[in-house]
């Protein structure tokens, strides 16, 4: 059994990222775990889906973000045992670890809706969620002129909280620019009671929702679809009452939870539903073992899971560890920074940034980003993913 001081799990925007900080800070023998040969800019993806994007923007050789002097292990984990400091590898192989950083990211749960899994990159059901779709997606909006698009969003925390409804804007500005969106009825199904929990973005959305002639489905949720009838079936919470929808174009957003080799693990946070790690909210250790860190999606902290919200992640977990490879105690705190960049319209964006307590946190103090701004638009399309490679994976920025 090979031992390394610090073996990080997942080489996404959290292990990558907290791995070139680690090297910068000069920690020697890290072993990085990361099944994957390609590295993914996912936040890309509804701008692929919207036509707006190529796919081949948002993807890198793993190998040409791994930082220099970490060892790359291309392998899966299948487990983690704390108490014996060990990670176990899908070929049967272990790991030894001083010091561990879960990043693995969270795991899409197609099956858990009867029929998507079958449906999903056939006919008229796409997804934004996985590469393989994505620009599938843009091929159904393009091709629509009438009938019914539905979006749906699941009722479990997803990655990017806003890209449910983002794709659907993206696709409505299109159908009225090209004069169809009055045959298109758009639904869009939500699970919660509101657009958007924070406030005064909730209200930016609604106007936006309202512009487009979108009939919001709240407290509902997709339950099954079916593909060769282009049917899915809306479940409304609380009544439980179900209705059959005839679609033309479904952009479906599948439940997601924590890697089943996790959930079962000693690691998940019982409080979790998804089984989610473990993670104080503050300093991002792990409350019962405290050699184990966790980021990410795969962390279970009271915030939306984004790329922004690792990128205020990764320096926390970077400090704290060094700290306490140093027999000091993690002092850096991380506040709960999340951040949804809403395409609103195919050339408008409201970012809308919040903290653990649901409070605007603007990072533009010269600008009023509590608007759609074109700007911003620009700013997604073209300084976030230059930024993503060359700042964040770097841990420049
Ligand atoms: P990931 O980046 O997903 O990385 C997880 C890594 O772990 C992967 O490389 C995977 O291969 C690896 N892995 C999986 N299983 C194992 C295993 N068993 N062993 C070892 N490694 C494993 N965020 C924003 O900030 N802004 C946006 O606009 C935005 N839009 C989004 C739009 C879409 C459609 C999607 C899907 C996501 C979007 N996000 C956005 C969210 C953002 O992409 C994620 O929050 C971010 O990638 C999380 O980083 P992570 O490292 O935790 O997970």
Known sequence: VRRHRVVIVGGGSAGVGVAARLRRAGVEDIALVEPSGTHWYQPLWTLVGGGQAPLAGSRRPQASVVPRGVRWIRRAATAVDPDARTVALEDGGQLAYDYLVLAAG?????????????????????????????????????????????????????????????????????????????????????????????????????????????????????????????????????????????YDLLHAVPPQSAPDWIKAGPLADPASPQGFVAADRHTLRHPVYDNVFALGDIAHLPTSK????????????????????????????????????????????????????????????LIDTFKERRDMWVFKRYVLPPLYWHGMLTGRL
């Open 106 to 246: 969270l795991q899409l749960d197609w099956d858990a809706v009867p029929g998507l899994a079958e449906a999903v990159g056939r006919d008229r059901v796409s997804s934004n969620y996985a590469a393989a779709h994505a620009p599938r997606t843009w091929e159904l909006i393009r091709e629509l002129r009438s009938g019914t698009a539905v979006f749906t969003q699941p009722a479990t925390p997803v990655k990017c909280g806003g890209a449910p409804q983002k794709i659907m804007y993206l696709a409505a500005d299109h159908w009225r620019r090209r004069g169809v969106l009055a045959a298109i009825r758009v639904v869009f199904v939500l699970p919660e009671s509101e657009l958007f929990r924070v406030s005064p973005y909730r209200e930016i959305l609604e106007r936006v929702a309202s512009r487009y002639g979108v009939e919001v489905r709240f407290r509902s949720e997709m339950t099954a679809v079916d593909g060769d009838r282009r049917t899915l079936t809306v479940t409304d919470h609380p009544h439980g009452t179900t209705e059959d929808l005839p």
């Open 306 to 365: 984004t790329g922004a919200a690792v990128r205020a992640q990764a320096p926390v977990v970077a400090a704290n560890l060094v700290a306490v490879m140093n027999g000091r105690s993690p002092h850096r705190r991380y506040d709960g920074y999340t951040s949804c960049p809403l395409v609103t319209a195919r050339d408008r964006m409201l970012l809308a940034e919040f903290d653990y307590e649901l409070r605007p946190r603007p990072s533009f103090p």
